[in-house]
């Protein structure tokens, strides 16, 4: 079995060089930048280059995929946000009923500026055009299960003196840790030819058996591929396909609400 994840790390591509250098430009006229993270990876989720670009700037963190993520670990999510004096809220992009809250906030911190501006920046697949398309209360921004499908700048008017920007998913050029690596693939972050799901997977399942303590009813890749009749000639199985398949099923949420991070796991201390 190979390994390729340590080529994750280097997909930078053009155009997020590009997208990068123009939201830098742009947030000089912005008012309300909202980051948009999937709430099953709030810390490798997280660009931490909006700490130095945003800096003054009203800033949302909105928890998107709130439905596939363990509750319970999305609650102290936000309340960590909270401590540190930053407005996060859980939402799932497809139901408008989980957006009310976010464009409350949003026209909260518009209120008594005049015109004003936001950008909904985030990782790709982070769910960024859904938001705006439930904010907007319409299919106005493209999305797709994949990562990468926004790729230039686009403005929408959300209400009387608001307007929001969509932006390409921009990918840090480099993560941080391995562990971060197999996290952003497994929720989809990073493009499917730019990593090996077989590793992928692999690294989810050992790391969920050794969080639950071997009490996981989630199958690991080889018993996954049995059952679901991945098998070539000869009766070998064929693990590329499996495993993504057994990718695409965690994001489907067949294995139920599963969190990737907490704000106290040890090894983010």
């Known amino acids: 079995m190979s390994d390729n994840l340590d080529k994750v790390v280097q997909w930078y591509p053009g155009h997020m060089v590009r997208a990068m250098r123009k939201i830098g430009e742009y947030l000089k006229l912005i008012d309300i930048v909202i980051e948009v ?62 957006l009310t809250r976010a464009i409350a906030v949003m026209k909260r911190m518009a209120a008594g500026r005049g015109a004003s501006r936001a950008i909904v920046v985030g990782l790709p697949n982070s769910g960024k055009s859904s938001i705006i398309n439930g904010l907007l209360r319409r299919a106005a921004a493209r999305t797709e299960d994949r990562a990468g499908v926004t790729r230039q700048l686009q403005w929408f008017r959300l209400g009387p003196g608001l307007e929001v920007m969509d932006t390409p998913g921009i990918l840090v050029p480099k993560i941080a840790t391995r562990e971060a690596q197999w996290k952003l693939a497994m929720v989809g972050a ?15 399942h050992r790391w969920l058996t050794e969080s639950t303590h071997g009490r996981t009813r989630v199958p690991d890749l080889e018993t996954f591929a049995a059952a679901r009749g991945f098998a070539r000639k000869g009766g070998e199985i064929d693990y590329h396909n499996a495993a993504q398949s057994y990718i695409s099923a965690f994001n489907d949420g067949v294995f139920g609400r599963i969190s990737l991070e907490a704000p106290d796991d040890p090894a983010a201390t």
């Open 37 to 98: 993270i999937d709430a099953r990876v709030p810390r490798s989720g997280a660009n931490p280059a909006l700490d130095t670009l945003a800096k003054n700037r009203e800033r949302i963190v909105i928890l998107n995929r709130d439905d596939l993520a363990n509750p319970s670990i999305t609650k102290s999510w936000l309340a960590h946000f909270a401590s540190t004096g930053r407005e996060a809220l859980a939402t799932t992009g497809r139901e408008q009923q989980s």
């Open 190 to 204: 990073v493009p499917r030819e730019r990593y090996d799901p077989e590793e992928v997977a692999i690294n989810f």
